[in-house]
């Protein structure tokens, strides 16, 4: 199922809770199905944005699933305490991350799905001998850090790769990507295997936020790899 994440990151963070309520739908027109919370801490990328009291938050005003993004140092240590939030998902990065099977069955422990990051120059095969123990797998299409970034488009062979080792492996894993993605490159991502986006300023600087989750859903959809919906 194609799911679109729109990154808070992008959105008037003085107005946060109307910024929220922009990307949440009803029977009418249908929404977000997820929020992408950027955590940073200026050390593991060059910039900060919010942490914990934030994340918690959004879980308090917003009814829809939290995916908590960790671009942080000494993952292993802080990610749980977002599990305990609340978050549906929380994200780290294997490049910050000293043991990321034990702390996915933390995560699961807690409650949360557990998913793992990898910036672009990372490779896949860091992660593909334990990918079984994750739900999501979310490759960087931009260097990690700042929104409003264009997509790299030399990670599309990565997408595929990605999803051919999913495919193969019979895994219950999705694939995310993040960074640049438009109603353009929204539609090689999906073709390359692609099937959870995050979008920050194509939903967040649009003048419509649910109608261009629409369009960026439907993009996705129509360009999917596969039958899955």
Known sequence: MTAIHPSILNCDIAHLA??????????????????????????FVPNLSWGLPVV??????SSLPVDAH????????????????????????????TAPVRLARELHRLGAGAGIALRPATPLEAVADVLGEFDLLLLMTVEPGFGG?????????K??????????????????VDGGITAHTI??????GADVFVAGSAVYRADDALAAICELREAASSHRHDARG
């Not at 539609?187 to 390359?192: T, V, W």
């Open 18 to 43: 109307d910024e929220l309520d922009r990307v949440t739908g009803d029977v009418g027109a249908p929404g977000a199905d997820g929020l992408h919370v950027d955590v940073m801490d200026n050390h």
């Open 70 to 97: 960790l671009m942080i140092r000494d993952a292993d240590r802080w990610a749980p305490a977002y599990a305990e939030a609340g978050c549906q998902i929380v994200t780290p990065h294997a490049e910050a991350t």
């Open 56 to 61: 918690e938050a959004v879980l308090a005003h």
């Open 149 to 157: 970034q264009s997509f790299i488009e030399s990670m599309l062979p």
């Open 187 to 192: 539609e090689r991502a999906a073709e390359a």
């Open 159 to 176: 997408i595929r790769r990605a999803r051919e080792l999913v495919g193969a492996r019979g895994l219950d894993l999705r694939v995310q």
